[in-house]
C-alpha cells in the first residue's frame, strides 16, 4: 500500500482539483486525485514505520554497534559480517581502531547528532564513550595517529598522553593527513559541548589538541601534514610563493612531511576545526589561528603566469614534490578547496581581503581546463602543461598510461565556486553578518523522501539491529568483493537518518 505521507497528498489532490475546477464532481475529483497520487514516485514504497518502529530500530542498530563491534568506543571502516577481517584504511586487528573517517570520530559525531535530535541519554553515553577511546589513544604531542591501539602490547609502540609509562622512543607524531587529527578533535569538542563541559578528560584532551596544534602552526600560518612538536621559526621565514629556478623532473624521494600542505585538504580541514574550537570554547586565539591559515592561502598564492597554489611548498615557498606520483607543479585539485575556504573564511569574519585571490584565480583555471571539462591535477611550472605520470611513476605530459589508484583529473567545480563569489562579493562591505560553524542539529519537517528512507533503513536491519551489506572491491582490502560486511559509513549513516525520521 502507499505511504502514509501519500494518503494526505491524495485528499489535498482532491481539495486543489475541485478548488480550480468548480463543480467537478467528487467521483472525478477521486479518481483525478487517485491518478495523481499512483504516479507520485514513492506510491509504491514501502510502509513508512511509525515513530516507535523507527526508536526500536534506532536503539537495536546502535547497541550492536556499541556490544559487538566497537573495541572500548572505537570503531574501523568495515568488518566481515563474521569479524574473520576487519579494517580502516588497510587490514587491522580486533583490537585496534581508526581516527580518519569514516572511522572512530566520525561515528562518535553521529552520536552525537543523534542525541540533538532524540535527546536520548543512551545516545550522549555512546558519544562519551567514543570521545574516551579518543582520550586513550591521544599522542602526547596532542594529535592522532590513523592506527588507535587497545591491546596492552600494540599501545607500547605508542607514546600515548594518558600512558605515564610510555616508551620515549614510541612513535609520537600527529597526522594532519586525510582529516585525522582535525576530526577527532571536531568529535572530541563536539562531545565535550554536548556534555555542558562537564567531562574533565574529554575536556582537557581537547584544549591539549588545540594548543598543540597552535605551537605546531608555522610563522606564515600554514600547518606541515604530520608533527611531533612546534616548529623552529629561524627555519620558517614568512615570505610569499615563488617559482624556483628549476624543478627536478624525476622523483627526489626526500621528506617532505614538514613541508606548509595543502594536498587532501590538510591545510583547510585544519582552519575549519580552529574557527569551531573558536566558537565553542569562546576563545580568540583559536580564532586568530584559523584567520592566519586564511593568510597563509593569501601568502601561497603564485604569481603570473599561474596565480593558483601547490599541494604543498618547501620553505622557501616553491612548489614542491611529495609522494613520487605528487610532482612541484600548480595543482587544479586542491586549489579548488584552497578557493573554497578562502569564502569559507570570508564567511565567518567578514574581511574582503579573503575574497581577492579569487578573480584571478577563476580566471586562470577556467582557460586551464583539460577538453573534457576537467581540470589537470598538476601542470607543470610555468609553462602550464599537464602533467601526468606513467604506471612506472615517470613524469609525462601524456595521460595515455596512468596508474589508477589516484585521480590526475578533477572534476571542475569552478562555476559553482565563481558564482559563490559573485553573490558574496555583491555584498557592501560592512554588511556581511559572519557565519558560524557550530549548529546543534535540530528537527527538520517530515517529508516523503525521509519516510521512505526510514523504511529502506528498517527493511534492510537484521533481527539483532545490524546492518550488512556486500563489500565492494577495494584496493589493500582483505574482505573480498561481495563478501557480507558492516560498513561504519553505513551505519552512521542510517542512524542519523533514523534520528532525523524521529525528531521530525
Not at 486525485?33 to 510502509?47: E, K, Q, T
Not at 592506527?147 to 602490547?153: N, V
Not at 574582503?352 to 584571478?360: C, G, N, Q, T
Amino acid at each position: 500500500m502507499p505511504p502514509r505521507p501519500l494518503i494526505s497528498r491524495f485528499f489535498q489532490e482532491i481539495a486543489a482539483i475541485r478548488a480550480s475546477r468548480g463543480r467537478f464532481g467528487v467521483v472525478s475529483c477521486c479518481f483525478a486525485g487517485l491518478f495523481i497520487c499512483l504516479l507520485h514516485p514513492l506510491a509504491w514504497a514501502d510502509p513508512a514505520p511509525s515513530r516507535d518502529e523507527a526508536a526500536d530500530a534506532l536503539r537495536r542498530g546502535v547497541a550492536y554497534f556499541r556490544d559487538t563491534v566497537s573495541i572500548e568506543g572505537g570503531y574501523l571502516w568495515r568488518y566481515a559480517a563474521d569479524f574473520s577481517e576487519v579494517e580502516g584504511e588497510v587490514p587491522a586487528t580486533r583490537t585496534a581502531a581508526w581516527a580518519q573517517p569514516p572511522g572512530t570520530p566520525s561515528v562518535g559525531l553521529a552520536y552525537v547528532t543523534v542525541y540533538e535530535l532524540t535527546r536520548d541519554p543512551y545516545y550522549l553515553e555512546a558519544a562519551r564513550e567514543t570521545a574516551t577511546a579518543l582520550v586513550r589513544t591521544q599522542l602526547d604531542s596532542g594529535g592522532w595517529d590513523y592506527r588507535l591501539e587497545f591491546a596492552p602490547e600494540d599501545r607500547k609502540k605508542y607514546r600515548y598522553r594518558v600512558e605515564s609509562d610510555h616508551n620515549e622512543n614510541a612513535r609520537n607524531t600527529s597526522t594532519l593527513d586525510d582529516d585525522t587529527t582535525q576530526a577527532a578533535l571536531r568529535c572530541l569538542m563536539r562531545v565535550d559541548q554536548a556534555l555542558e563541559f562537564s567531562d574533565r578528560a574529554i575536556h582537557e584532551a581537547a584544549t591539549y589538541a588545540l594548543k598543540k596544534l597552535m605551537e605546531a602552526q608555522y610563522p606564515n600560518g600554514a600547518w606541515p601534514q604530520r608533527f611531533s612538536g612546534p616548529p623552529d621559526p629561524a627555519n620558517y621565514p614568512v615570505k610569499p610563493a615563488s617559482y624556483p629556478e628549476d624543478w627536478p623532473k624525476a622523483y627526489p624521494n626526500a621528506p617532505y612531511a614538514d613541508f606548509y600542505t595543502f594536498n587532501d585538504n590538510t591545510l583547510a580541514d585544519t582552519l575549519e576545526v580552529m574557527f569551531m574550537a573558536g566558537e565553542i570554547y569562546q576563545n580568540d586565539a583559536y580564532t586568530r589561528s584559523g584567520r592566519r591559515a586564511g593568510d597563509f592561502m593569501i601568502l601561497a598564492q603564485m604569481p603570473d603566469p599561474q596565480p593558483g597554489w601547490a599541494q604543498q611548498y618547501n620553505a622557501d615557498m616553491h612548489p614542491a614534490w611529495a609522494r613520487k606520483f605528487e610532482p612541484a607543479s600548480i595543482t587544479g585539485g586542491e586549489s579548488q578547496g584552497v578557493m573554497r575556504s578562502l569564502l569559507r573564511v570570508y564567511e565567518l569574519t567578514g574581511d574582503r581581503k579573503y575574497l581577492a585571490p579569487l578573480p584571478r584565480a577563476l580566471t586562470y583555471y577556467k582557460a586551464s581546463l583539460l577538453e573534457d571539462g576537467r581540470l589537470a591535477r598538476f601542470y607543470e611550472l610555468k609553462t602550464n602543461t599537464p602533467l601526468y605520470f606513467t604506471k612506472d611513476y615517470e613524469v609525462t605530459y601524456s595521460d595515455a598510461d596512468m596508474p589508477t589508484h589516484y585521480s590526475f583529473k578533477s572534476p571542475s567545480q569552478l562555476d559553482a565556486i565563481e558564482a559563490h563569489y559573485e553573490q558574496l562579493a555583491a555584498i557592501p562591505e560592512g554588511e556581511w553578518t559572519p557565519r558560524r560553524l557550530v549548529r546543534p542539529a535540530t528537527p527538520g519537517k517530515t517529508s516523503d523522501v525521509l519516510a521512505d528512507q526510514a523504511a529502506k533503513i528498517l527493511k534492510a536491519q537484521r533481527e539483532d539491529g545490524a546492518w550488512v551489506e556486500p563489500a565492494p572491491a577495494r584496493d589493500r582490502s582483505r574482505i573480498e568483493k561481495g563478501t557480507p560486511m558492516l560498513d561504519a559509513r553505513t551505519f552512521s549513516r542510517n542512524i542519523v537518518t533514523l534520528a532525523r525520521f524521529i525528531a521530525a
